[in-house]
């Protein structure tokens, strides 16, 4: 994930209050379940320290939230009055997790936040096609629209017959064509790594055969369609399951090079020293963290997001004010520098790396 999304929250002022619970509305007594559940978390975050008007701030968000359709998770971070995050995540987490400390617990949304890859969705029939595009960040909606007649062929005989349905062809094809076009140029455009097609059989495959695209970009799935009747659900999650595949192609190529990079001894480095000195220079690319081990290690920290160590006295050399260095979970700290100096995180609990975190460089030292 690209943390520098989480800036904002990252550069706010604490002490937060942060909850991960599971969500999930999937049964008849879902919202009795949930009031319950949240009685039990704020109690939680009250024996914490949380103080009421943070308390107040997420009691609102709870009670005026839209319930999510079926399995769901949802994390909530607050700073005094104010609600910071408050994200619908796809599934729910293991365990209800709350904590209220100086950082706030960002680490977690690298793993349940949607994947940023670059990617086109189509879903096409005879007369043009609707198109999702979205570059990693926002989401865009359009819709092509082609010749609209002839387009149904008939019964019948005949010459005149015959013109009809080479008619209907032309038309159909110039419509596939008018959708490729537009695929590619909305590809080229986000850089897509990925472009789902789905729809009607024939124009999907038409459209494809039109596309000037590697056949490895491009993935047909069943499901969806223009018309009312579709199941427009399950190609939703079709497409986010190819997603989220191609976001677990990215990480597994990121633990292979920070490997590779750290057995040249080149550009990674592991360990919280190696990491904490990296971060503090804006040096970090990708944080490559197990989050069962790195959860057990404390670093230093202070009021600057980025200035965090290993040891004492490099924090308090960048702090300048001694009085705002202190010890912090190292999962929090680590996550809010990688937020304020924009780099990505990949986190596994099977990744084997010195004290949990390691790192690849954007430069050598």
């Known amino acids: 994930m690209d943390m520098s999304k989480l800036q904002d929250i990252a550069t706010a002022p604490g002490p937060f209050a942060s909850v991960y619970l599971d969500a999930s509305h999937d049964t008849e007594d879902a919202a009795k379940v949930a009031e319950l559940r949240w009685r039990g978390l704020r109690d939680q975050l009250a024996d914490q320290g949380a103080p009421e008007e943070t308390l107040s701030a997420l009691d609102e968000a709870v009670a005026t939230a839209d319930p999510p359709a079926g399995k769901a998770g949802r994390v909530l971070i607050a700073s005094g009055s104010r609600v910071l995050v408050d994200q619908t995540l796809p599934v729910p987490p293991p365990a209800d997790v709350t904590r209220f400390s100086s950082l706030p617990d960002l680490l977690p949304l690298a793993s349940y936040l949607p994947p940023p890859v670059p990617h086109v969705v189509v879903v096409a029939d005879s007369s043009g096609a609707d198109l999702h595009s979205f570059d990693g960040r926002v989401e865009l909606v359009e819709t092509v629209r082609g010749r609209q007649h002839p387009l149904h062929k008939t019964g019948g005989g005949g010459w005149a017959h015959k013109r009809l349905q080479q008619r209907v062809e ?44 590697d056949d490895d970009l491009v993935v047909e799935v069943e499901g969806a369609g223009l018309a009312g009747g579709t199941d ?107 937020a304020v100096t924009g780099a990505n995180v990949v986190v596994g609990d099977d990744i084997e790396v010195l004290q949990g975190v390691g790192a690849i460089l954007r430069h050598r030292p």
């Open 170 to 213: 032309d038309t159909v094809k110039h419509n596939v064509k008018q959708v490729a076009d537009e695929v590619e140029r909305l590809a080229g455009e986000v850089h897509a790594e990925l472009v789902v097609l789905g729809g009607e059989v024939q124009a999907r495959s038409a459209v494809r055969g039109e596309l000037g695209l």
């Open 232 to 338: 427009d659900e399950e190609f939703d999650k079709a497409v986010r399951a190819l997603v989220a595949q191609r976001q677990q192609q990215h990480d597994a190529e990121a633990v292979e090079r920070f490997r590779a990079e750290l057995g040249r001894d080149g550009l990674a480095v592991e360990g919280l020293a190696g990491v904490t000195d990296a971060l503090r220079q804006a040096n970090v690319d990708t944080l490559v963290v197990n989050t069962g081990v790195l959860a057990d290690q404390l670093v230093w920290t202070s009021g600057q997001p980025d200035q965090v160590g290993a040891d004492e006295a490099s924090v308090r050399q960048g702090a300048g004010d001694p009085a705002e260095v202190e010890r912090n979970r190292a999962d929090d700290a680590l996550a809010r520098a990688a």
